[in-house]
């Protein structure tokens, strides 16, 4: 699954057919670029481009640098969805849809891109009806600077992690690939040559596609610069150093749109970018939940369909998705997930969680979908004959008294100070008797309503008490999206009860065998008391 280096690279492209070939015509086209910068254009151009004809350029730079693409002239058959003729941009190896950056036709040329790696594919392809005179473009290698239009990439100075050179300027210009999402810069490493007004070296950003946009900050020293988040679809990120004392230079990431997202609700829900169609390659998307202090989150996966796990070590070491405590990636893991798995629901310790994809240069999937649910903060104790659950006003501030209630709506919630406050009895409220695990349990059901207008939205919790030991204990049932949260949880509800039913089966099983051992016993006896009066008898 990963890529040995550009020789390798292309020796594979070109035993797997991905440099295409013209088949029914015979005509030479596409192939490997491998130099530094030069041109390429359709077959016979800038005269008519034949029918029929399939051709695929593989560009391979020096590692370490991307490859930025540019069109001078484009000229194809148009059609709504390009379904004709057409040209595709692939950011790697071609025929990854993970890797697509875009199909063209028509007369509005491409845009100019720039690859996230060292390797880009271009695919032209003609049917046997109309052609036009076709396209020419030029490329040329890039260490420093570039057109970057993914959901999300990386960027860093030029030699990164090693000193950077002096007397750089590169300029990176971001934009969103549907051009209306803002943008979010964030830098994990930071070291530039230090100075007042940072007049030396330094990494400016500015609010815009050029260096005339509003500033949003110019940066130097070993400080790491501030989350940015752009207020239009685009940033450009200008790095210069002077003629001398350099530094290790920066490494950042940025994320667009539906790569990047916080929550701040309590409740939501978000899938992958795309989907349920392919997610795109060379990702990194971050989710964030923030609920009030107090709260916990309880995360539900809907579906799952990422790039499998790694035949060699068996772990998710290739397109994944993973779960931090805290709201940073150096909290606590929860999770690692891929391929087609169907995790458990999670709870969080602590009131933030940060979710992160990671998917990598080709085999993409459908993504995933996820839904979550804030644990509202409560204390659910119990006694022999009673619960007794009291939740803070400050976490249900806007809902009334009687939108809090135990097992029917009859059981409100009072309040009591600063607390919701729920007193009652096992025998009412709607509480019943169950035996989980050979112990006996008074389980019920509290309800809180969050509904508003006409959206239904009532979250429910389970209430145990195990009445011997008087000890408590509540679950998030269902809370935002029932019918879709149901889904998430019928196959652990549906485990549990056929575990709660063997149990249960089990009980009944060893009762009977009692009943009938105890029969057998007194008969056994009966006969002998017989025998020994027959005995004396005689």
């Given at each position: 699954m990963r890529w040995m280096g550009a020789g390798c690279l292309a020796a594979?492209?070109?035993?797997?057919?991905?440099?295409?070939?013209?088949?029914?015509?015979?005509?030479?086209?596409?192939?490997?670029?491998?130099?530094?910068?030069?041109?390429?254009?359709?077959?016979?151009?800038?005269?008519?481009?034949?029918?029929?004809?399939e051709c695929t350029w593989l560009i391979v730079v020096a590692e370490g640098s991307s490859v930025l693409l540019s069109f001078s002239h484009f000229e194809l058959e148009y059609h709504t969805t390009c379904a004709y003729d057409y040209l595709q941009v692939y950011n790697g190896a071609a025929r990854d849809r993970g890797n697509l950056l875009g199909t063209f036709c028509g007369h509005s040329p491409p845009?100019?891109?720039?690859?996230?790696?060292?390797?880009?594919?271009?695919?032209?392809?003609?049917?046997?009806?109309?052609?036009?005179?076709?396209?020419?473009?030029?490329?040329?290698?890039?260490?420093?600077g570039g057109q970057l239009t993914g959901l999300s990439g990386e960027i860093t100075s030029p030699r990164y992690p090693e000193s950077y050179p002096n007397d750089a300027e590169c300029r990176w210009s971001i934009g969103a690939p549907d051009g209306g999402a803002p943008l979010t810069l964030v830098f994990v490493d930071f070291q530039v040559e230090g100075g007042q007004g940072c007049g030396f070296d330094y990494v400016a950003v500015f609010d815009g596609p050029t260096a005339s946009a509003p500033r949003l900050g110019r940066y130097c020293g070993s400080a790491r610069p501030p989350r940015t988040v752009s207020s239009t679809p685009h940033l450009l990120?200008?790095?210069?150093?002077?003629?001398?004392?350099?530094?290790?230079?920066?490494?950042?990431?940025?994320?667009?749109?539906?790569?990047?997202?916080?929550?701040?609700?309590?409740?939501?829900?978000?899938?992958?970018?795309?989907?349920?169609?392919?997610?795109?390659?060379n990702l990194k998307c971050q989710w964030s939940i923030q609920l009030p202090p107090g709260y916990r989150v309880r995360i539900f996966f809907l579906d799952m369909d990422l790039e499998g796990r790694s035949s060699l070590t068996g772990g998710c070491d290739y397109d994944h998705v993973a779960a931090f405590d805290g709201g940073a990636e150096n909290g606590s893991l929860l999770g690692q997930w891929c391929g087609q798995e169907s995790p458990a629901p999670v709870t969080s310790p602590s009131n933030r969680v940060l979710l992160v994809l990671h998917?990598?240069?080709?085999?993409?999937?459908?993504g995933f979908s996820i839904t979550y649910v804030g644990v509202v903060p409560m204390?659910?104790?119990?006694?022999?004959?009673?619960?007794?659950?009291?939740?803070?006003?400050?976490?249900?501030?806007?809902?009334?008294?009687?939108?809090?209630?135990?097992?029917?709506?009859?059981?409100?919630?009072?309040?009591?100070?600063?607390?919701?406050?729920?007193?009652?009895?096992?025998?009412?409220?709607?509480?019943e008797s169950q035996k989980r695990n050979n112990t006996s349990v008074i389980i019920s059901t509290l309800y809180i309503d969050f509904s508003a207008g006409d959206q239904e939205d009532i979250h429910q919790y389970e209430v145990q008490c195990e009445p011997k030991r008087k000890e408590a204990s509540v679950t998030l049932i269902t809370g935002s999206d029932p019918s879709r949260l149901s889904q998430a949880e019928n196959l652990l509800d549906a485990q549990q009860r056929e575990e709660e039913a063997m149990d249960i089966r089990e009980v009944k099983s060893q009762d009977t065998s009692d009943i009938v051992f105890i029969s057998i016993c007194i008969l056994a006896g009966l006969l002998m008391v017989i025998a020994v009066v027959g005995l004396v008898l005689l």
């Open positions: 594979v492209a070109v035993l797997c057919g991905a440099l295409g070939d013209a088949p029914s015509r015979g005509i030479k086209c596409g192939g490997v670029l491998s130099a530094p910068s030069g041109s390429f254009s359709s077959p016979n151009f800038p005269g008519l481009y034949p029918y029929e004809t845009p100019p891109f720039s690859s996230a790696w060292h390797v880009m594919a271009v695919v032209f392809r003609s049917d046997r009806h109309v052609a036009k005179r076709g396209f020419s473009a030029a490329y040329r290698k890039d260490a420093c990120i200008l790095f210069k150093s002077d003629y001398n004392i350099g530094g290790r230079g920066f490494k950042a990431h940025f994320y667009s749109g539906e790569c990047q997202e916080v929550f701040t609700a309590i409740k939501g829900n978000f899938s992958s970018p795309r989907y349920p169609n392919f997610y795109p390659n998917t990598d240069r080709n085999t993409a999937r459908r204390n659910v104790s119990c006694t022999r004959t009673d619960f007794h659950i009291q939740i803070p006003v400050q976490f249900l501030a806007q809902l009334e008294r009687n939108r809090i209630y135990l097992g029917t709506p009859s059981c409100a919630a009072q309040v009591v100070g600063r607390n919701f406050k729920i007193h009652t009895r096992f025998d009412t409220c709607g509480a």
